[in-house]
């Protein structure tokens, strides 16, 4: 696809399970980003991958939360135990150039719901 | 640290009204700065970024250095303009922070 894929779209899961968001990112895109949109909060950075470099995970809430990427391609956003405070939509965004000028395009996202 | 603030989570107009959404922001140097939109039902995307002093389907942004702003405007109001707008902000690096949003409703 040319776009940005996320999945999965919708996941509802109870308190206390692991979940697993997985960003399949624009082919030739070196940077990738997540993405945390709360209801009423915008949108909050959660990590960033470029090239073969060191994440930043300076956004990530707790340590439940990681992120992977394999192959500087696919990621996966992995939220263990999971708290009813997690519910939200969960973006990824690629962009070919990283740093100021890069635009960055968004996935649809997956909407997360804790019960 | 680097902060975005839009005041208005709602901004309701009339068609044809003009429309301003406002943005301020908080960094000692030179941000590069943004507005995102996103449509019902569709990704959220990059509507227009101040270095390129463009205009992208009648809206405009100036850059305000003194006031730290960076509002986004429309003469003329349409339907279509209907919307959540993210005023963003990337000081270094790569790391876009984003404000809170602003919900545009437009009504006929």
């Known amino acids: 696809g040319a776009g940005v894929s996320q999945s999965p779209s919708n996941k509802v899961t109870e308190k206390g399970k692991d979940v697993e968001l997985r960003c399949d990112p624009i082919?030739?895109?070196?940077?990738l980003y997540w993405y945390r949109q709360s209801l009423g909060q915008g949108l909050e950075f959660l990590i960033y991958?470029?090239?073969?470099?060191?994440?930043?995970k300076s956004g990530l809430p707790s340590d439940r939360f990681s992120a992977e990427r394999t192959g500087g391609s696919v990621s996966t956003l992995t939220i263990q135990r999971t708290q009813q405070e997690d519910s939200a939509v969960y973006l990824c965004?690629?962009?070919?150039?990283?740093?100021?000028?890069?635009?960055?395009?968004f996935g649809e996202g997956s909407r997360l719901t804790v019960l | 640290a680097q902060r975005v603030t839009q005041p208005e989570k709602l901004l309701s107009v009339f068609k044809g009204a003009p429309v301003e959404l406002k943005c301020n922001y908080s960094?000692?140097?030179?941000?590069?700065l943004f507005w995102y939109v996103q449509y019902s039902r569709q990704r959220l995307q990059l509507l227009l970024r101040h270095i390129s002093r463009e205009s992208i389907k009648g809206f405009t942004a100036d850059l305000n250095k003194g006031e730290t702003s960076f509002h986004l405007k429309k003469p003329f109001a349409q339907e279509e303009d209907s919307a959540m707008y993210y005023c963003?902000?990337?000081?270094?690096?790569?790391?876009?922070?984003f404000g809170g949003g602003t919900r545009l409703m437009v009504k006929p």
């Open positions: 991958f470029q090239g073969n470099s060191a994440p930043d």
């Open positions: 960094y000692s140097g030179s941000p590069e």
């Open positions: 965004a690629s962009s070919l150039i990283a740093g100021r000028t890069g635009e960055l395009f």
């Open positions: 082919s030739g895109h070196t940077a």
């Open positions: 963003a902000l990337t000081p270094y690096r790569h790391m876009l922070t």
